[in-house]
């Protein structure tokens, strides 16, 4: 499986941005997917998840409410949509591949996940 992470860029405080990843190898609609975020000098987090069919999402508090996960299996891209952005949002972002896991089931460990994309830029300026 090949990821490929696009879309980052430099937002405004308060501002939307969205961001994308396709993917490329085996059946998509196989996998769940997720993003990560990395920030400069900090562990890389968790940031939301979906399931295989898109029936399940999961995010993490600092974004619930302001991210919304999305993905079009007929494309072989997973999306997420980012409003309210703050300075602290400012991150790379990555998504994941979840080979794995039940049709339902999202993760938000990274260790679940089996590959990753390149990671795209995000950068908020305050």
């Known amino acids: 499986v090949q990821l490929q992470a696009f879309g980052g860029g430099l937002v405004q405080a308060g501002g939307s941005l969205n961001i994308s990843c396709v993917a490329s190898g085996r059946a998509f609609s196989n996998y769940a997917m997720g993003w990560f975020r990395q920030a400069p000098g900090k562990e890389r987090e968790f940031v939301a998840a979906?399931?295989?069919?898109?029936?399940?999402?999961y995010y993490a508090d600092s974004v619930k409410g302001r991210f919304t996960v999305s993905r079009d299996n007929a494309k072989n891209a997973v999306g997420l949509l980012m409003n309210s952005l703050k300075a602290e949002d400012t991150a790379v972002y990555y998504c994941a591949a979840d080979l794995r896991t039940g049709y339902w089931s999202v993760h938000r460990s990274s260790n679940e996940y089996d590959y990753w994309g390149q990671g795209t830029l995000v950068t908020v300026s305050s």
């Open positions: 979906i399931s295989r069919g898109g029936g399940t999402t």
